[in-house]
């Protein structure tokens, strides 16, 4: 008998599965895909390690998570500074000094700040994510930057969608034109799955068995079982299913040492049918004479197929907390699928170490975790 059956080999079943399991616990993983690391898998190809659910920096400003991942790779410094290709034309991005100067000739934060102001969009009150943008930068930032991106992104007009959907659009003025602001940032050396073979050493992990395919006896073997996947599913959609933007991967093996010289670029205009063409070599330099890219197509989605950004509309949270409120006594839920959110991986290691830090106080109430 296992203390806990966790339900997905992915970040939230894996960090918990490693704390618990040195707290002295029993877990066993069941993992539908024929890999471990859920969305942070890297394959490697021709030697290059390639993100094959799309790029993944980890980022984040909390000591204690930081160390936590250091614990299992040693990460590489990386900055992410994606450039922007409309129609063409590249920009630096996120939108900084140096894209303002590209753009409007400015050279100073003062001047910039006039710029934008000038620029503005009077609208008292935004009803659409379109208006709001157009308020907050002007309409040829919003042209260049938003409108073919956010349009590709979720099938829709922006003037078709809720403001909530970007809930700021960050303008620096500053030359900093790096992506992420936070204290660390790095890429694990080997890739993503070296990483989770290190986390899960010891810990047994059944690849390509669906947990659903034989539910009842997965139940029979766990105390407790943590479920990290989509909360529909496990009730067979009975009260219908949560809505989800789907993504479809593109790469390619290119006899070029180097393609676009840069980790990202962002394809910003509405007619390029992708959003995103990632260049995975400049993730962890490597000095050989191909090189992989991967361009990212957003795409609709329906039952069956992987599951990226979820929708979440008033609809949509009251459709999760109804199946929420079905869930066993015995059932634990985390991660991005089974609570229906968008997380960043430093969050997602939080929730788990979090999660796995409750259990060992509760449980050890009831029964004293072997060590
Ligand atoms: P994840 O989906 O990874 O794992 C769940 C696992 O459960 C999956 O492997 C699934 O197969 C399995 N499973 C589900 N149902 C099952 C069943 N019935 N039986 C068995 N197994 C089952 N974050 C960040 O910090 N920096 C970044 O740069 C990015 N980049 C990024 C790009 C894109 C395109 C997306 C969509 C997301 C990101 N992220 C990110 C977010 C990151 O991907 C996310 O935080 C983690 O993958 C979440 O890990 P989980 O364990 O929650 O889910």
Request: proline share 5%.
């Amino acid at each position: 008998m296992y203390d806990y059956v966790i339900v997905g080999a992915g970040l939230f079943g894996s960090v918990f599965a490693r704390q618990m399991t040195d707290a002295g616990a029993k877990c066993l993983i069941i993992e539908k895909r024929n890999h471990i690391g859920g969305n942070c898998y890297s394959a490697n190809l021709g030697g290059i390690h390639v993100h094959r659910y799309g790029p993944h920096i980890f980022h984040t400003n909390d000591d204690a998570v930081w160390q936590y991942v250091n614990r299992f790779a040693r990460f590489s410094r990386f900055s992410y500074r994606p450039k922007v290709n409309f129609r063409g034309e590249l920009y630096s991005f996120p939108i900084n000094l140096n894209t303002l100067h590209q753009l409007w000739g400015v050279t100073t934060p003062q001047q910039a700040k006039e710029r934008l102001e000038a620029e503005r969009v009077k609208i008292e009150q935004p009803a659409n994510l379109e208006q709001w943008a157009l308020s907050q930068v002007g309409r040829e930032l919003y042209e260049t930057f938003v409108y073919g991106y956010t349009k590709k992104q979720w099938g829709r007009e922006p003037s078709e969608l809720p403001c909530s959907i970007i809930r700021r659009l960050p303008i620096r003025l500053t030359w900093n034109d790096d992506y992420f602001n936070d204290r660390y940032c790095g890429i694990p050396e080997g890739g993503y799955t070296k990483l989770f073979e290190s986390m899960l050493q010891g810990i047994p992990v059944e690849t390509e068995v669906d947990f659903l395919s034989d539910r009842c006896r997965f139940e029979s073997m766990g105390k407790s079982i943590v479920y990290t996947g989509p909360l529909d599913r496990l009730f067979d959609y009975e009260l219908g299913a949560s809505d989800w933007r789907g993504l479809r991967f593109k790469h390619q093996l290119i006899s070029q040492p180097d393609y676009q010289g840069v980790a990202a670029v962002n394809y910003t205009d509405a007619e390029t049918p992708y959003t995103r063409c990632i260049e995975h070599k400049h993730f962890e330099p490597l000095e050989c004479d191909h090189t992989v890219v991967t361009r990212e197509y957003p795409a609709d989605w329906s039952v069956g197929d992987e599951m990226y950004y979820p929708v979440n509309n008033d609809a949509g949270e009251a459709l999760q907390k109804r199946y929420a409120a079905k869930l066993p006594k015995n059932y634990l839920i985390g991660g991005r699928l089974a609570t229906y959110r968008y997380f960043d991986m430093h969050q997602v290691v939080a929730s788990a170490m979090h999660m796995a830090k409750q259990q060992i106080r509760s449980v050890e109430t009831i029964y004293p975790l072997r060590r």
